[in-house]
């Protein structure tokens, strides 16, 4: 039986167990039949760059869609190298939806700018509307909030993640009908006021099924002890403050409540978290798979005492206040370790964590798959040992906090160091150099980079090689950020060849020419190449910032004057 005849009915009943973004790529492409089956069976829909496509495109495409997932600003928008009126807006995404997508039940932006109409748009357009997750997204308030709160009566998800929100009262909580109890998670972590702690708790109360609740820094100790009465079916916790003054008979409420949520396996939160209840957090360590500290001033000594109560760690996220000596014991401790994330307390200061502290997590947790670590020093043969010690890395990402650091005690390049990294892990996706780097670290990844997907790359290369090494060697890579290296229009247009196959190239203080993006531009008329100015009347040739993608919709309508489509 050839494709085409393939009765339909059969094929969207299999269809319907395929739910990888990538494999409904593929089989949408085994035929036209098949690719409008997949297109009118789908229901679900990735889209890394909103102006990759269009929103009209994707009605057209993909008519009974129920969730949507869209990313705006991409990952540099976070340092504040893109302008603030760059783009990346919902509004007409919304507008479009709400007349073709009436069905539409879930919506994840990440740096997206959302406007407060949008948020009342989706309240009012989706009556079976169930989440929202919004991460590093700005533009709304809590008037937007209160919109969803009110007329989304089956929500079951509201993720406000790291988004920049404007506080004009925290009524919002009040406005869940009490009719609600479909929240199964709530995440206001982000929020710089104070909620109506009465809503909150009333609202905890009804809706047995919560299980992740992440509060902000407003909710005290005491409110928190209130609330882990009413929702010991918890699996995670958001803290608020954890560093009120507590009655010795409160601090044991606090206790015994966190004791009564058997099911807790993550926690976060502890801001200004205060010594001294640390300890109350020791009985529930053995169940914890996740703990992230990356807003809590905990030192090494406290961290070693908390660690060892915590065998069965799977995610760890600290500051540099911890010290090498409190990740020593955390190698020691927690060997089903996976994640490890060391934020620095200051990134312009001198940091509090070296090498050590990784190489000693790398010998006690074997399965580490990824690593985001802040340093203040490092060395070639630490990193060569992290390489061999952690095969199975597919995330890694280095940072030495003084730019084009050498080996401190060889004074060599860090060349040694990430071409272990590339050869030993084999899985490795993404990469994030970092210290004193020549264009024989390049050269490693393109010789063992084959499945490599993102590399951010700063202060780094000697010449245009480096640059033409990656985009040669690694067939894989999508995502591939430069700033501050020496890479000219000679390195820009020698992957002609790939960036139509990537998802985007990131290029700042650089050495390229408006000759050089503009002759990019016309040899690829499918990406979108932006020049991005600081001073808008400069007549400088010289590129500040380059951000080029792939996109089928053509060049985008709302380019800001800073901005110079070419």
């Not at 190298?81 to 939806?97: E, I, N, S």
Request: aromatic residues 10%.
């Amino acid at each position: 039986m050839s494709s085409t005849s393939f009765p339909d009915e059969a094929l969207e009943y299999v269809l319907k167990f395929i739910t990888s973004h990538k494999d409904r790529n593929a089989v949408s492409l085994v035929c036209k039949a098949w690719y409008r089956a997949e297109g009118w069976n789908r229901q679900s829909i990735f889209i890394g760059n909103c102006y990759a496509v269009s929103p009209e495109m994707l009605i057209n495409r993909f008519p009974r869609i129920k969730a949507v997932t869209l990313k705006g600003r991409p990952r540099f928008a976070d340092f504040n190298l893109f302008p603030q009126d760059w783009g990346a807006y919902l509004h007409p995404w919304m507008v479009a939806m709400a007349a073709s997508y009436p069905w539409l039940e879930e919506l994840r932006l990440k740096r997206m700018t959302v406007s407060d109409h949008c948020l009342t748009t989706l309240a009012n357009a989706f009556p079976n509307f169930r989440v929202l997750v919004l991460t590093s997204c700005d533009g709304f308030s809590t008037d937007g909030l209160a919109a969803i709160t009110t007329q989304c009566r089956h929500l079951t998800v509201l993720d406000l993640q790291e988004s920049e929100i404007e506080n004009r009262g925290g009524h919002w909580l009040s406005c869940f009908p009490e009719t609600c109890t479909s929240l199964i998670c709530l995440n206001f972590a982000c929020l710089n006021s104070v909620v109506d702690f009465d809503a909150l708790e009333k609202l905890v109360a009804r809706c047995t099924a919560l299980q992740s609740l992440r509060m902000n820094k407003e909710v005290s100790l005491e409110q928190l002890q209130r609330l882990l009465v009413r929702a010991p079916q918890l699996t995670d916790l958001g803290t608020g403050s954890y560093s009120q003054q507590l009655k010795w008979a409160q601090y044991y409420q606090l206790q015994t409540a966190l004791m009564n949520c058997k099911n807790l396996r993550s926690l976060s939160g502890f801001w200004d978290v205060a010594p001294v209840f640390i300890p109350s957090l020791y009985p529930i360590g053995g169940s914890l798979t996740s703990l992230n500290l990356s807003y809590a001033t905990i030192r090494g000594n406290l961290l070693m005492k908390l660690v060892s109560h915590c065998p069965n760690l799977q995610r760890l996220w600290v500051q540099d206040y911890v010290e090498d000596k409190g990740l020593q014991a955390v190698g020691l401790h927690c060997k089903e370790l996976q994640e490890l994330r060391v934020f620095p307390v200051d990134p312009l200061g001198h940091g509090n964590v070296t090498e050590v502290g990784l190489m000693a997590i790398s010998e006690g947790c074997p399965n580490l798959s990824s690593v985001l670590y802040f340093c203040r020093q490092c060395t070639n043969a630490a990193i060569i040992t992290v390489a061999k010690n952690c095969p199975k890395l597919t995330r890694f990402r280095l940072c030495i906090i003084i730019p084009q650091s050498p080996d401190h005690e060889t004074g060599e390049p860090m060349d040694a160091a990430f071409g272990a990294i590339v050869k030993h892990c084999k899985d490795l996706r993404r990469l994030a150099l970092s210290g004193l780097l020549t264009d024989k670290a390049f050269e490693y990844i393109g010789l063992y980079g084959k499945h490599l997907q993102t590399l951010s790359v700063a202060f780094a290369g000697d010449s245009n090689l480096a640059m033409q090494y990656v985009l040669n060697g690694c067939p894989n890579l999508r995502k591939l950020e430069i700033r501050d290296s020496p890479f000219g229009d000679a390195a820009l247009v020698s992957g002609l060849h790939r960036y139509e196959s990537m998802r985007f190239l990131w290029m700042s203080a650089c050495n390229i020419s408006l000759i050089g993006c503009g002759w990019l531009a016309n040899q690829l008329p499918r990406l979108n190449v932006e020049v991005i100015k600081e001073n808008e009347n400069s007549r400088d040739f010289t590129v500040e910032k380059l951000y080029a993608y792939r996109s089928v919709a053509g060049p985008r309508s709302d380019a800001p004057h800073c901005v110079i489509t070419l």
